[in-house]
């Protein structure tokens, strides 16, 4: 079972949830290069100017780690790093989690993504100028938890420690991407874990992707974030495990 951060975070954001399947997987979790305790001067910037060279990453993790089919466990911009996985190496996976997915995050004539053009584009432009300031805003606004202000001052936190140009730099990819053409292609049975209140990947995300991807289950959590595997950790493990049981039998 494998497991991969979102955007300004790193592994140790899966210590509420990883634990309780070691007993039953071999777990692996990582940083994504130039995140965490990564070699940061392994970010190659044409490499990872698309989610393809972290998809790459994955798969390479996957070669050397695994003996067989894994279930992979992404949140955020990873589930989209995952999807791209399964598509080029379908055959290396039996499951896909999607925890807070969003193959588009720019409204485009139907499809809501939760955001406009000039939305997205403010957003990089102070993130640009003030990137310790933008992270102490948006950090918060995105883990949500209004009962858990540790958990906002956590990712806060893990923001600010990021390297500033390779977060930009990442930021760009992440919340410029559109893999919406990508969606139908992966075929590995996928579960959508989405919160009832979640700014960066609206209900009606999770509804698209529903009706997109060939294989699919969504799971709606009653929580406010971004971050459910942090923030509503046991009952994302409840629609994880019914997810696996029906999965993978």
């Known amino acids: 079972m494998v497991f991969a951060h979102g ?7 899966w210590r509420f949830l990883a634990p309780g399947y070691q007993d039953r997987y071999r777990t692996i979790l990582y940083d994504l290069v130039g995140s965490g305790k990564s070699d940061l001067a392994a970010y190659d910037r044409a490499r990872y100017a698309t989610l393809h060279g972290h998809a790459a990453d994955l798969l390479e993790i996957i070669d050397q780690h695994a003996d067989g089919p894994v279930v992979f466990v992404g949140h955020s911009v990873s589930t989209m790093i995952g999807m791209l996985a399964t598509i080029e190496a379908p055959e290396r996976f039996a499951a896909q989690v999607m925890v807070g997915p969003s193959p588009c995050y720019i409204d485009d004539g139907d499809y809501v993504g939760g955001f406009s053009a000039a939305d997205i584009e403010e957003l990089l432009t102070t993130m640009d100028a003030n990137y310790l300031g933008w992270s102490t805003t948006l950090a918060p606004a995105i883990m949500g938890a209004p009962d858990r ?14 390297d500033p140009a390779i977060a930009r730099h990442f930021a760009r990819v992440t919340f410029l ?4 053409a990508d969606v139908p292609l992966s075929t590995v049975p996928a579960l959508i874990l989405q919160c009832s209140d979640d700014m960066v990947a609206p209900l009606s995300v999770g509804a698209y992707l529903h009706r997109t991807l060939p294989v699919s289950t969504l799971n709606i959590i009653d929580n406010v974030g971004h971050c ?9 493990a409840r629609a994880i495990d019914d997810f696996l049981a029906r999965t993978l039998g």
């Open 7 to 13: 955007f300004g975070c790193d592994q140790t954001m």
């Open 149 to 162: 202000p540790e958990l906002r001052d956590e990712l806060t936190a893990s923001f600010c420690r990021t």
């Open 177 to 180: 991407s559109d893999h919406r």
């Open 228 to 236: 459910p595997h942090m923030s509503a950790p046991a009952a994302s």
